[in-house]
């Protein structure tokens, strides 16, 4: 059974602190990851994507992508109230984007 | 900006009754997926279909079937719903490639009593 694993959390963080969330999955040849961000009673909504080992920044967020060691983690740099949510780490499998799957994801809450 | 939508945000059934769920795309994707999620579970595939008529079962097809007669457009039947079918109810679509991400719809809050 292919999986992606994820500490549920809750992961409390002060307002303007970094927010570490980590992500481990299962299989090995899987090619694609990406971050969603679910608020309360919201759906999933994209927040970053990598496909090749390293660093990958886009504003306050930095994906990290280490195949050989099977994680892939997300960095929030200076943390606000509005980050508070549900964060899901999602593995493409295959090279089709037909299926791809998902962690339970980490609660974050970002403490004032 | 692709957009994903659902018939219903919120539906109260009945335990027996027939339930459709609809979701529509307008972004020519070719696949389609219907996930449920539930507290403690995360996302669970149901059924995700690839191109017209075409479909394949997910991890928990048991009680569901699908319907896809049109590319933008995909269904979610509970034939006979139960108490167990209770949970949030998400569809999203994707492109062909592997790094297409997945876009979701609103969710539709299912209550069978």
């Known amino acids: 059974q292919k999986e992606v694993e994820q500490n549920s959390g809750p992961l409390s963080v002060p307002e303007g602190a970094i927010a570490s969330l980590n992500c481990t999955y299962s299989?090995?040849?899987?090619?694609?990851f990406f971050w969603y961000r679910q608020y309360s009673g919201k759906s999933p909504e994209l927040i970053m994507f990598?496909?090749?080992?390293g660093d990958k920044e886009d504003g306050r967020f930095t994906a990290q992508l280490n195949k050989a060691s099977q994680y892939v983690s997300l960095l929030i740099r200076d943390s606000q109230p509005s980050d508070s949510a549900t964060y899901l780490c999602?593995?493409?499998?295959?090279?089709?984007?037909?299926?791809?799957?998902f962690g339970s994801g980490t609660r974050l809450s970002i403490r004032p | 900006d692709v957009k994903v939508t659902q018939s219903s945000r919120y539906l109260v059934k009945r335990t027996g009754e027939k339930v459709f769920l609809e979701c529509v795309q307008d972004?020519?994707?070719?696949?389609m997926f219907w996930y449920r999620q539930d507290p403690g579970l995360g996302l669970r595939l149901i059924y995700f279909?690839?191109?017209?008529?075409?479909?394949e079962k997910g991890d928990i097809p048991e009680g569901y079937s699908v319907s896809r007669e049109k590319k933008e457009r995909f269904s979610l039947i509970l034939e006979s719903a139960s108490t167990n079918q209770t949970s949030m109810y998400l569809c999203?679509?994707?492109?062909?490639?592997?790094?297409?991400?997945?876009?979701f719809g609103p969710g539709t809050r299912l209550t069978v009593l």
């Open positions: 999602a593995v493409n499998e295959d090279s089709s984007a037909s299926k791809i799957i």
């Open positions: 299989d090995r040849g899987s090619q694609s």
């Open positions: 990598i496909y090749s080992n």
């Open positions: 972004m020519d994707h070719e696949n």
């Open positions: 279909s690839y191109d017209v008529k075409m479909k």
């Open positions: 999203a679509s994707c492109g062909a490639g592997a790094a297409d991400t997945q876009y």
